[in-house]
């Protein structure tokens, strides 16, 4: 049976390893670049239109924010974004600190990593692939904005992608656009598999 994502709670937001939540409920942690669409995928995900807030500016989302999906089935956990340079070094170095202790925590089910379909990866786009491998959790890439790319573009822009994040068999790549809808149910049906712990067999099936 699928995960009702359309029912999701804020639980809390997380500044210190302390707050990390630890009660066993699987934990997909979404990451993107600070003005790569996560939130709008996010808010895509539960379909809400401001569930995860869409920041005036990049680089709003400063702590690790829980969102219990569901019913209480797992955790959807936004993730601060990254390479956004108006930051103060002191702050993205706390920032770097807080996500290297949830990294190394071994709470992460899933990643689910937002990336721009319209563009290569960028260098914080392949370190940040490499600390989901490093973790052992399966990783789901989301290509967003594909609707704004031509159809003779996707199928080079999703190789490079996938090239240049070396991705592992186990992996999967998402064309997806927030903005239309397209990729959702693909995306929604990975994540209910997660939760759910039948990621294997879809897998397999692949």
Not at 124 to 136: E, H, K, L, P, R
Not at 176 to 182: D, L, Q, V, W
Request: charged share 25%; hydrophobic share 40%; glycine share 8%.
């Amino acid at each position: 049976m699928a995960v009702n994502f359309n029912k999701a709670e804020f639980v809390l937001s997380a500044t210190t390893p302390k707050a990390f939540v630890r009660d066993e409920l699987p934990q997909l942690a979404f990451a993107g670049r600070s003005n790569v669409g996560k939130s709008s995928v996010i808010n895509s995900v539960t379909n809400r239109k401001n569930f995860a807030r869409v920041g005036a500016s990049p680089g709003k989302t400063t702590q690790i924010n829980y969102f219990k999906i569901g019913g209480g089935v797992g955790y959807l956990v936004d993730l601060p974004g990254y390479g956004y340079a108006k930051v103060s070094k002191a702050e993205r170095d706390r920032w770097g600190k807080l996500m290297e202790d949830y990294f190394a925590s071994g709470l992460i089910t899933c990643g689910v990593m937002i990336v721009d379909a319209r563009h290569k990866p960028t260098a914080d786009d392949v370190t940040m692939a490499q600390w989901f491998f490093d973790s052992g959790c399966p990783l789901v890439v989301v290509a967003n904005k594909l609707d704004k790319l031509k159809k003779s573009e996707i199928e080079p822009n999703l190789t490079c992608i996938y090239e240049t994040l070396e991705l592992r068999d186990e992996d999967f790549l998402v064309p997806y656009s927030a903005e239309k809808g397209i990729g959702r149910d693909t995306l929604l049906e990975l994540l209910s598999a997660v939760l759910e712990g039948n990621l294997d067999q879809l897998t397999e099936e692949e």
